[in-house]
């Protein structure tokens, strides 16, 4: 009790309030406007947290990170088209539900599920504060380490199908970390004799870069599209009632969006489609998945809305993000020598539990604001592609100008950009670049505090948590070897099919092929046994 009204002190401040307030209410309108997301928001709006305390800053990010999700639900449902990424599956029921007049209970529906996926992850995590709370002295460098490695290796293979390019842009983002001053002996890498490469490659031009300069000019190339609103008609409280009929795909939802969000790598889409296969294979109308159910939008919505206080648990507990967005909020911590990991639940736990108290409120803000702006909000949708380009691109190059007052950082952003524009063009990812750079820089430091107690190579693993990350990452990447090899085997099959399957006649010469074969296998076996009992008869 003592430690909840000690988190509740920090948090009774006007300036904790206002970022409570502008988090909540940016992050909706950030995600209810298709084609920016949280990530380019938060990109932004990094230089000017630096100057905040770290409970100012984070709440403001925090906030966005965690509202934008319920802002990308209104174009998703409305426009089939959607705000963030993560609303991708929102637009399978929430539109159908609009074609057939049904709007508002959509928006209504997805706002309760939201709600219930943010506050129940936030109290499980509360509760689990105390646990985290021993655990986490458990993990030394090595622990750390391997925890880091995992991370990055789940990240990799996240990317199904882009496994392989996923991890060479990791492996480009741990080259960039290692780019300046080295952190132990203080020597000079890959500096060139170049003055402006000594200080690094700053992490935040590169997330500027890569997610805010990059989103500006896909914008700019974009042509402005005409966009026709539906017409909201009946209340907005209705969802909150038709969230009750449906306990168990809102509980296991959320309980998804929890388990995956404590893992690195996975996130919210994985929640998602693992939630909605669920509601699905239980449901008892599976025929509607997909045309309007009700059960499907509460799996996809719940789940996603419970990632973000998960997300917080390898960040604040280990210094690991496990995604761009936290990776983002590291940064925070740092500028302010506020150093994520064991230390931080031994010596500060009041300010880990006023962070999810934060979430708490941003989700009982959010709510509110919807359900009585929803109408005046939708107009956001309307707003030029164009129009959205110029102010980020302006916005991104002043963040980027204001770290070091620097021009050529903003060369390096810009360069990033154009970077990051050609992986949209080729729906390649971005994501690995910035956890390689953060995550390189971990593990780099980690492993060198951590051989000083290896003589030999099973002394790395030789306590319990080590050993026990060590057997998870060959696990993974055994299963993930596996997976790939199903799927080139699956991948030759159907390609030999489609050559000589695709017609009724190209079976028939399929199995007239395989009998003739089979016939003429014989034949020549029996020749050869005639010939080897003639040769031995010889001699």
């Known amino acids: 009790m003592d430690l909840i009204l000690s988190a509740i002190d920090i948090l009774m401040r006007w ?3 206002l970022a409570l307030l502008a988090g909540s209410v940016g992050g909706v309108l950030i995600g209810a406007i298709p084609g920016v997301g949280p990530a380019v928001a938060i990109a932004i709006l990094l230089p000017a947290t630096f100057s905040m305390d770290p409970i100012v800053g984070l709440t403001v990010l ?10 990308g639900a209104i174009p998703a449902i409305l426009i089939n088209t959607p705000g963030t990424a993560v609303n991708a599956l929102t637009t399978y029921d929430g539109y159908p ?8 209970r959509a928006l209504s529906l997805a706002y309760s599920a939201s709600f219930f996926g943010g506050v129940f992850s936030v109290v499980c995590l509360i509760l689990f504060a105390p646990v985290l709370a021993k655990v986490a002295p458990m993990f030394g460098s090595r622990e750390i380490f391997l925890a880091a490695l995992l991370g990055l290796i789940l990240v990799v293979v996240a990317h199904r199908g ?8 990791a492996c480009l983002g741990i080259f960039l970390n290692t780019i300046g001053m ?9 500096t060139f004799d170049q003055d402006f490469l000594g200080g690094g490659v700053n992490l935040i031009v590169v997330v500027l870069g890569l997610f805010a300069l990059s989103q500006a000019f896909a914008l700019l190339m974009d042509e402005d599209e005409k966009v026709r609103i539906t017409k909201l008609r009946g209340g907005m409280f209705q969802g909150l009632r038709e969230l009750t009929r449906h306990p168990r795909v809102t509980a296991v939802s959320a309980s998804f969006g929890v388990l995956m969000g404590m893992i690195p790598g996975v996130g919210e889409f994985t929640a998602q489609f693992m939630s909605y296969t669920y509601a699905q294979k239980t449901s008892k109308r599976p025929q509607d998945f997909g045309k309007g159910s009700s059960e499907g939008l509460i799996a996809a919505e719940t789940a996603n809305n419970a990632v973000p206080a998960a997300a917080m648990v390898p960040l604040l507990a280990l210094g690991i993000p496990g995604e761009a967005l936290t990776a983002m909020m590291l940064s925070v911590f740092y500028v302010h020598n506020v150093v994520p990991g064991p230390g931080l639940f031994q010596n500060d736990m009041d300010f880990v539990v006023a962070l999810y108290l934060a979430l ?6 959010v709510l509110g604001f919807l359900l009585f702006a929803t109408r005046a909000l939708v107009q956001v949708v309307k707003i030029p592609n164009r129009f959205l380009g110029v102010c980020i691109l302006t916005l991104s190059f002043v963040g980027v100008y204001s770290l070091r007052n620097s021009a050529t950082d903003c060369l390096i952003a810009a360069g990033f950009g154009l970077f990051g524009f050609i992986l949209k063009r080729l729906s390649l990812p971005a994501v690995p670049i910035i956890l390689g750079m953060v995550l390189g820089g971990i593990m780099e430091v980690k492993l060198r505090s951590g051989m000083a107690r290896v003589k030999e190579p099973l002394d790395f693993i030789n306590r319990p948590i080590s050993f026990i990350l060590f057997t998870i990452i060959i696990l993974v990447l055994a299963s993930h070897i596996l997976r790939v090899w199903r799927d080139r085997k699956e991948l030759k099959e159907a390609e030999w099919q489609t050559k000589t399957a695709s017609t009724s006649f190209g079976k028939l010469m399929f199995r007239r092929k395989n009998s003739f074969l089979k016939d003429r296998g014989k034949e020549v076996r ?12 010889l001699f």
Do not use: C, F, W
Request: charge should be positive; proline fraction near 4%; charged fraction near 20%.
């Open 182 to 190: 080295e952190p132990v002996k203080y020597t000079q890498r890959y």
């Open 360 to 365: 708490l409120i941003l989700n009982v803000l």
């Open 97 to 104: 539900m609009t074609a057939r007049g049904e709007p508002r």
């Open 162 to 169: 882009q496994a392989l390019i996923a991890g060479a842009l």
């Open 62 to 71: 925090l906030g966005i990170y965690g509202s934008s999700m319920y802002g």
């Open 15 to 17: 300036d904790v309030a």
């Open 526 to 537: 029996g020749r050869h046994s005639k010939l080897l009992r003639r040769l031995k008869g």
